[in-house]
Antibody, heavy 128, light 111 residues
Framework: QVQLVESGGGVVQPGRSLRLSCVASGFTFRSYGMRWVRQAPGKGLEWLAV????????DYAYSVKGRFTISRDNSKNTLDLQMDSLRPEDTAVYYC?????????????????????WGQGTLVTVSS | QSVLTQPPSVSGAPGQRVTISCTGT?????????VHWYQHLPGTAPRLLID???NRPSGVPDRFSASKSGTSASLAITGLQAEDEGDYHCQSYDGSLRNSVFGGGTKLTVL
């Protein structure tokens, strides 16, 4: 079955960097777009970033654009999120999620797909 | 706050029916973008519960159903069971923000 396992969370000081990873198994990783979503304490889910199945398309939420970078390695079935210039408001549980639709290449596809598999999440705490 | 608006909490007794609303605007739900629902039970990964407005993925009981009209969507759960207790999130896309957007989540308590 599909499995997504995040790692890399921890406690980090404001202004520092952290890199999250997500290892995928149980499906053809290279065929699906992938996302990062987070949930801050007491808040709802927040979409952060998307990467296309082949890594050629990336997009980010305004709140993290310019600070976070999404990437993937289809040879290793891994998804990463490089987080720089971290702020206290970035404190959250970070989830990787798989697009339901395969081979999205259009904006309509990215806009309409749901996320049919999620990891358990990794906690990032930004505090001095 | 979240782009989509959900009630913070709902509750019901076992066997009862509850509904959870998800209210958006003309930039997201009202623009025709699909609404998806996720179930997030304590200690587990979020689970896709309803895909594209009304569709139940394989394995989701038919006690769960959803609808969409205008700028709002709604999730209904019938025959409430103790194992349904957890958080429920709606998700759509906002054409003005050019982002996927979520509701603030609704905590379901089974009395």
């Amino acid at each position: 079955q599909v499995q997504l396992v995040e790692s890399g969370g921890g406690v980090v000081q404001p202004g520092r960097s952290l890199r999250l990873s997500c290892v995928a198994s149980g499906f053809t990783f290279r065929s699906y777009g992938m996302r990062w979503v987070r949930q801050a304490p007491g808040k709802g889910l927040e979409w952060l970033a998307v990467i296309s199945f082949d890594g050629t398309y990336k997009d980010y939420a305004y709140s993290v654009k310019g600070r976070f970078t999404i990437s993937r390695d289809n040879s290793k079935n891994t998804l990463d999120l490089q987080m720089d210039s971290l702020r206290p408001e970035d404190t959250a549980v970070y989830y990787c999620a798989k697009d339901t639709k395969a081979y999205c290449t259009s904006s309509e596809c990215y806009a309409s797909t749901s996320f049919d598999s999620w990891g358990q999440g990794t906690l990032v705490t930004v505090s001095s | 706050q979240s782009v989509l608006t959900q009630p913070p909490s709902v509750s019901g007794a076992p066997g009862q029916r509850v509904t959870i609303s998800c209210t958006g605007t003309s930039s997201n739900i009202g623009a025709g973008y699909a609404v998806h629902w996720y179930q997030h039970l304590p200690g587990t990964a979020p689970r896709l519960l309803i895909d594209t407005n009304t569709n139940r993925p394989s394995g989701v009981p038919d006690r769960f159903s959803a609808s969409k009209s205008g700028t709002s969507a709604s999730l209904a759960i019938t025959g409430l069971q103790a194992e349904d207790e957890g958080d429920y999130h709606c998700q759509s896309y906002d054409g003005s923000l050019r982002n996927s957007v979520f509701g603030g989540g609704t905590k379901l308590t089974v009395l």
